[in-house]
């Protein structure tokens, strides 16, 4: 299958990710799992295996659909399948990482001048964990996270959005910022289950803070997915999470 190898790749990457992120998991699960009977090894475990094929699967999809929109891993492929000339390009790294510690000084900003005076139980109910073991989560964030949102997610709303408007026509503009919206938006959402378990209840400050928080970084992640390809959303995605979870933690 065309994408198989690519897909595996990611994949890959996604393990070792998820091999790296252990430490981070096992301090921030003691609080997920309190009061539940299931140990943390097993649970860490299940979190291992059930996200690499999760990542195939995402890719896989993901690269397939993204070929009929112009979306994808432009790089990744060109090591798997020696195709094309896609390459990092020096102004274009330096673009993702300053975009993406930008954008992460922001949400620091926020949660610091915004959310932690109206809401002081951020401050007490945050599990600690170490500088180094929040750096590490930067390959499952960078790398995982970016398959799911931007490689799938994103991929799947233009797609769907150019078959249901354009009639076989190319993709326009605005389903590319259509699906960068939703992408991040849904992020977002995605954190209010673990976040209620944590907090015990959810506020409309709660909710909005979640989709603020992931959501900020997730825009110019799918803006550079859109524009320079999958690997740069990749380098802006692992920035932010080397410094939220290391640097600032």
Not at 5 to 23: D, E, M, R
């Amino acid at each position: 299958m065309k994408h198989l190898k690519t897909a595996l790749l990611l994949a890959g990457i996604s393990f070792v990710g998820f091999i790296a992120a252990i430490p981070y998991l096992q301090a921030t699960l003691g609080a997920v799992l309190q009061g539940a009977n299931i140990p943390i090894p097993a649970a860490i475990a299940a979190s291992v295996v059930q996200g690499t094929v999760m990542a195939f699967a995402a890719a896989w999809i993901g690269l397939k659909l993204g070929e009929r929109v112009g979306l994808g891993a432009p790089i990744v492929r060109r090591w798997v399948h020696r195709e094309g000339d896609a390459a990092f390009k020096r102004k274009d790294v330096l673009l993702a990482v300053l975009g993406g510690a930008v954008a992460t000084g922001f949400v620091i900003a926020l949660e610091l001048l915004v959310f932690m005076p109206q809401l002081p139980v951020l401050s007490q109910k945050q599990p600690e964990v170490s500088w180094l073991a929040g750096m590490l989560t930067f390959i499952q964030g960078g790398v995982y996270e970016e398959i799911l949102l931007r490689l799938l997610l994103m991929t799947l709303i233009v797609w769907l959005l150019q078959r249901l408007f354009a009639r076989g026509g190319s993709a326009q503009p605005w389903m590319y910022i259509t699906g960068i919206v939703l992408a991040a938006v849904l992020f977002g959402l995605g954190h209010l289950p673990a976040t209620e378990q944590v907090f015990g209840s959810l506020t409309a400050l709660l909710v909005v803070r979640a989709i603020v928080m992931n959501g900020v970084l997730g825009l110019f992640c799918g803006w550079l997915y859109w524009r320079k390809g999958l690997e740069y959303a990749m380098i802006a995605h692992a920035v932010g999470d080397i410094l939220l979870h290391g640097v600032f933690s």
